[in-house]
Every structure is written in C-alpha cells, then in structure tokens.
C-alpha cells in the first residue's frame, strides 16, 4: 500500500522558516511528479509546488515564488518543502501527492496518491 508521510510542520513567527519532508513507501518517486498543496481553514485546497520526475522541472505559486523551494531525493524516497519568510497568510494544512503526469501538475486532480497533511501556522 502506497503511503506518503509528511513532517516538519508546526508554530512559528511570521519570518521564520520551516522545512516540510514527505517520505514515501510503496513507490519509487523518481518516476512520479511530486507536490506540494495546501488547504486553510474554510478555504479550497490549492497548489503550492511541484517537481516533474522528467527533468526535474520546478513550479510555484506565485505567492511563494522566491520563499519557499521543492526538492526531491530520490535516493531516499522523499521530498522537500523549505519554507523562508513565512506570513500569517502561509498557515494551513500542507499536502503531499505523487502523481506519473509530467503536465497539469498544478492541479489537484493529476495527482494519484496523497499524504494526511501536516499543518503549519505561522503567527503575525
């Protein structure tokens, strides 16, 4: 059975900074785009990041574009969220999904499996 564990979310000041990781099992992530989304409180989930397994391409919100970086290892079976200046508007419930598509990577629905979430809030 496939599972994605996220950790590394918890309380920090506005500024501060937060490292997310995803260890995945039961799937080799170097064939799969891998990404991050998030879903605050009475608000729809929405994309944060992505890694495409082809080329190791990246993509962001334009939100975080500049604070926040997606990696992969793919030697470890994990992938990384590193969260800089982070803002009260940053805090909500982050996801981890694995998806074998190389297009439509921002969107939810290309996505095959998903992590429980780990949350974030970040105080102003």
């Known amino acids: 059975q496939v599972q994605l564990v996220e950790s590394g979310g918890g309380l920090v000041q506005a500024g501060g900074s937060l490292r997310l990781s995803c260890v995945v099992s039961?799937?080799?992530?170097?064939?799969?785009?891998m990404g991050w989304f998030r879903q605050a409180p009475g608000k729809e989930r929405e994309f944060v990041a992505a890694i495409k397994w082809s080329g190791g391409v990246t993509l962001y919100q334009d939100s975080v574009k500049g604070r926040f970086t997606i990696s992969r290892d793919n030697a470890k079976n994990a992938v990384y969220l590193q969260m800089n200046s982070l803002k009260a508007e940053d805090t909500a419930v982050y996801y981890c999904?694995?998806?074998?598509?190389?297009?439509?990577?921002?969107?939810?629905?290309?996505?095959?499996?998903w992590g429980q979430g780990t949350q974030v809030t970040v105080s102003s």
């Open positions: 999904a694995a998806s074998k598509r190389v297009i439509g990577v921002r969107s939810g629905s290309s996505y095959d499996y």
């Open positions: 039961q799937l080799t992530i170097s064939s799969y785009s």
